[in-house]
């Protein structure tokens, strides 16, 4: 040993969250900073109705395509969530409703949690969601 630490890369980093991903028994999934779905795990195929390999590298907001509970449109392209990450500021947690399934869609509700994964050096690689939902949360068809 050289007595130097060894450096983590971006790479492995999100290779961890991915793995939290997986691990997770919540529906939970990680996006890039590009807004581009990396990991999701079984929970989430249950709650949206989309199989993991469906959603591989597209953007998140195709996908969940989420509102707030008043109807104001959460999931855009240009993801707020990240944006603030970007900043430097911390996304807060929020109450979404998401279209789930085919048509007709049914609304599903949830409490998201925003996890920021970032790397000493390069900065924020990307976004861990982890939905918290009540057994019954279904608000009706869409």
């Known amino acids: 040993m050289s007595g130097q630490a060894a ?19 919540d529906p939970a999934f990680l996006v890039s900073m590009d807004g581009k779905i990396v990991a999701w795990n079984t929970a989430a ?62 609304l599903r509700g949830a409490h998201v949690h925003h996890l920021p994964v970032t790397h000493p050096d390069v900065g924020p690689l990307g976004m861990l969601h982890v939905l918290h939902h009540p057994a019954d949360s279904h608000a009706g068809e869409a």
């Open 7 to 25: 450096t983590v890369q971006p790479d492995d980093v999100m290779a961890v969250a991915a793995g939290i991903v997986g691990d997770s028994a």
């Open 45 to 106: 195929c249950e709650f949206f109705g989309v199989a993991a390999w469906q959603v591989k590298d597209r953007n998140c907001a195709a996908v969940v395509r989420g509102h707030s509970p008043d109807g104001e449109v959460l999931c855009v392209e240009n993801c707020p969530m990240l944006m603030q990450l970007r900043r430097g500021e911390r996304p807060e947690h929020a109450n979404m409703l998401a279209l789930v399934g085919g048509r007709p869609s049914t």
